[in-house]
């Protein structure tokens, strides 16, 4: 029953390594997200994607930027890594409903650490 | 710029204690959600408040819609251990496409 998978779950990179976070969901979405979570701060947009090819900066995206060469896989790139880059990353994706409802699935996150 | 600001940041209470989480803002909003995030994994839905005033249950959680829809709160009666999370509320923001904004959070920690 899983919707949403990202690649890893825990990761560990060096400073100045190119960092590669690969999200893939089943539902059809064209809608995919990329968030950020750090203590005392939530979540925290950095990219999303309404469709193939197509990316729009979140709040956040300095440092990163994405990929979406098909429908169902949304890719979180880290240029080139750095401590203050260690966090919890969550991949999402979402439909509008037609009230303006909407369920947002989210994957079980990956916990990056820089060093 | 729409915030959804929540309170109490943490709670930490016993088991069997009642509580009510808050989410405020000053915007109005078409629907709300509520999440739930346990450690080491991605938010899971809840449920989704659409009407101004509305209430909703689920079991031991009862969600209300604020009149005005610029507001929500959850409510948990005899709190388990397995309520124990972090609770996320979250509204679509104005414009054409829609993002989801999230709340900071309410961390909860339920001791038996």
């Known amino acids: 029953d899983v919707k949403v998978t990202q690649s890893s779950r825990y990761l560990v990179k060096r400073t100045g390594e190119k960092v590669f976070l690969e999200c893939v969901q089943d539902m059809d979405h064209e809608n995919m997200f990329w968030y950020r979570q750090d203590p005392g701060l939530g979540l925290r947009l950095i990219y999303f994607?309404?469709?193939?090819?197509?990316?729009e900066k979140g709040d956040i995206p300095e440092g990163y930027s994405v990929s979406r060469e098909k429908k169902e896989r949304f890719s979180l790139i880290l240029e080139s890594a750095s401590t203050n880059q260690t966090s919890m990353y969550l991949c999402a994706s979402y439909e509008v409903g037609a009230r303006g409802n909407t369920e947002a699935f989210f994957g079980q996150g990956t916990r990056l650490t820089v060093v | 710029t729409q915030l959804l600001e929540q309170s109490p940041q943490f709670l930490s209470i016993q088991e069997g204690e009642n509580l009510t989480v808050y989410c405020n803002s000053s915007?109005?909003?078409?629907?709300l959600q509520w999440y739930r995030q346990e450690p080491g994994e991605g938010p899971v839905l809840l449920v989704t408040v659409v009407t101004g005033g509305e209430v909703k249950k689920l079991k031991r959680l009862t969600f209300q819609f604020g009149d005005a829809r610029k507001d929500s709160s959850l409510h948990i009666t005899a709190a388990q251990p397995g309520d124990t999370g972090l609770y996320l509320c979250?509204?679509?923001?104005?414009?054409?496409?829609?993002?989801?904004?999230f709340g900071k959070g309410t961390k909860l920690s339920v001791k038996p």
């Open positions: 994607s309404y469709d193939v090819k197509m990316k």
């Open positions: 979250a509204a679509l923001s104005r414009g054409s496409q829609g993002n989801l904004i």
């Open positions: 915007s109005v909003f078409s629907s």
